[in-house]
């Protein structure tokens, strides 16, 4: 097998890399952050994800994962190069930074003294394959002196944080878009491992041209996002009715056209590096060739709004003014299982009660140091190691994650502990009626408000 070259150590990079080197494959993970390769080559896993550790582990212990900031010898010796930097949302517009892409594509053109394999796992605009194919062609009088023609291959990822090992190994599909032949035969053998199961047409292989692999990739986020506003856009009627959003979506999730998945609504509506930003990117690219993204801007005003409809909502539970308050918050990273923050609805929660003069008291089983460098430190901000410690005086408790440890509440200490039993849930995860009989004053999104039985 050829020898594997991994640029970008983050989420997609190093689950990549700790992925393949575990099932056999000699992989160097390249990154320009030395403080990071030397966590790594220490074998500390610099991002909390399941399994992730031990992979590398393996992989390190095999002697088949290396970690470096070496560029050039890496792409010396590798014939196979991932790109897998980060595409964040530029700061001026809606549009993907693809700056870091390039950077690596400059690197390879420097180093490489013959044709390589480009895979591009970064998730990027359609087009952006052919761009680097330009780029490559068109530095003839660059690096040694001579353009090669490097294959290169889309190859989207669909990892989800948290379950990112596990959605690698067990892929519901793997994604190559290329028309070089050679290319298809050196990337069937590199997901051969985990291909295992996968039968005649069945096979989860699916090769494609290199703009519809890359479309696929953000389309398929914004597909996924647009579920979930959708059930969002549907909790406000359903309020007024007294409809249950969570029967409702038993009762369509049981239709085998729509399915069950990613059609939880909440106040805490989905963030992460993700979702905004492939929704984001794709209105760019759309209204770039003179598009108009009409319904993908909607996915994202109903997400914005429904977070602002729930804060409301926090803000209505209250029995004093929000600046006399002490608001508890469980959950400050996008999801269960990451310490990431990014585009959390735990930022826009806590803004808005700082913006109205109350105090918070946080609690996050992982997210609680990023959430600090993200959001600074702020007067009014008390960062708590346990859950039932940030309730103590709280004038209401906000759930804002799906986590475990959320799922079932000790209402001896709810009602011992807070000066009011009132619990805003944005992730629908309690049953209102029971909330109800339990004393509590409970409110979610789309689902009937009952009245607190026991006086609280
Ligand atoms: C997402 C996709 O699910 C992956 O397939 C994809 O590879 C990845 O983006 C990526 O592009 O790298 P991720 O952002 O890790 O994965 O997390 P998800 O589990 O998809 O959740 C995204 C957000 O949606 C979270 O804030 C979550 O709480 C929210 N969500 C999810 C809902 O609000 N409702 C749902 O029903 C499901």
């Given at each position: 097998m050829k020898k594997i070259a991994i640029f970008g150590t983050g989420y997609v990079g190093l689950v990549t890399g700790a992925c393949l080197a575990s099932a056999g494959m000699k992989v160097v993970c390249v990154d320009i952050e030395e403080r990071k390769i030397k966590m790594l080559e220490e074998g500390e896993c610099p991002i909390i994800e399941k399994d992730l550790p031990e992979r590398i582990k393996k992989g390190v212990k095999t002697g088949n994962l290396f970690f470096t900031t070496d560029a050039k010898t890496a792409i010396e010796e590798c014939d196979v190069i991932f790109i897998a930097v980060g595409t964040p949302t530029k700061k001026d517009s809606e549009e993907a930074d693809l700056s870091a892409v390039f950077a690596v594509a400059e690197t390879i053109n420097k180093h490489a003294t013959k044709r390589k394999i480009v895979v591009q796992k970064s998730t990027v605009p359609v087009g952006t394959g052919s761009q680097i194919e330009e780029f490559f062609m068109g530095?003839?009088?660059?690096?040694?002196g001579i353009a090669f023609f490097h294959a290169v291959v889309s190859n989207p990822e669909f990892l989800k944080e948290g379950n990112a090992v596990k959605d690698f190994e067990s892929p519901d599909r793997v994604v190559i878009g290329t028309s070089d032949e050679d290319a298809k035969k050196v990337m069937s053998r590199i997901y051969a491992p985990f291909m295992r199961t996968a039968v005649g047409t069945t096979d989860r292989m699916i090769f494609m041209s290199r703009p519809s692999a890359e479309l696929t990739k953000v389309f398929a986020n914004t597909m996924l996002a647009m579920r979930i506003s959708a059930m969002n856009a549907i909790t406000e009627l359903a309020e007024k009715f007294d409809a249950d959003a969570k029967e409702i979506r038993k009762g369509i999730g049981s239709d085998s056209r729509i399915g069950?998945?990613?059609l939880f609504p909440g106040g805490a509506t989905f963030g992460g590096s993700c979702f905004p930003k492939d929704v984001r990117a794709l209105i760019a690219v759309m209204e770039k060739a003179g598009i108009d993204a009409k319904l993908f801007r909607e996915v994202m005003n109903v997400n914005r709004e429904q977070r602002m409809r729930f804060v409301v909502k926090i803000f209505e539970q209250l029995d004093c003014s929000v600046s006399e308050s002490k608001i508890a918050i469980w959950?400050?990273?996008?999801?269960?299982?990451?310490?990431d923050v990014r585009e959390a609805a735990s930022l826009d929660v806590v803004q808005s009660i700082l913006d109205g003069g109350g105090k918070v008291a946080l609690f996050d089983a992982h997210a609680k140091e990023s959430f600090r460098v993200a959001f600074g430190e702020r007067a009014g901000v008390e960062y708590c190691d346990d859950q039932y410690e940030a309730i103590k005086g709280a004038d209401a408790l906000v759930i804002l994650t799906d986590a475990?440890?959320?799922?079932?509440?000790d209402f001896e200490k709810l009602h011992s502990l807070m000066n009011k039993v009132v619990i805003c849930d944005g992730k629908n995860l309690h049953d209102p009626e029971e909330m109800a009989n339990e004393g509590v004053q409970y409110v979610c999104m789309g689902r009937p408000v009952f009245t607190a039985k026991k006086s609280t």
């Open positions: 530095k003839a009088e660059g690096g040694h069950p998945d990613f959950g400050l990273s996008f999801k269960p299982g990451t310490d475990m440890e959320f799922r079932s509440l």
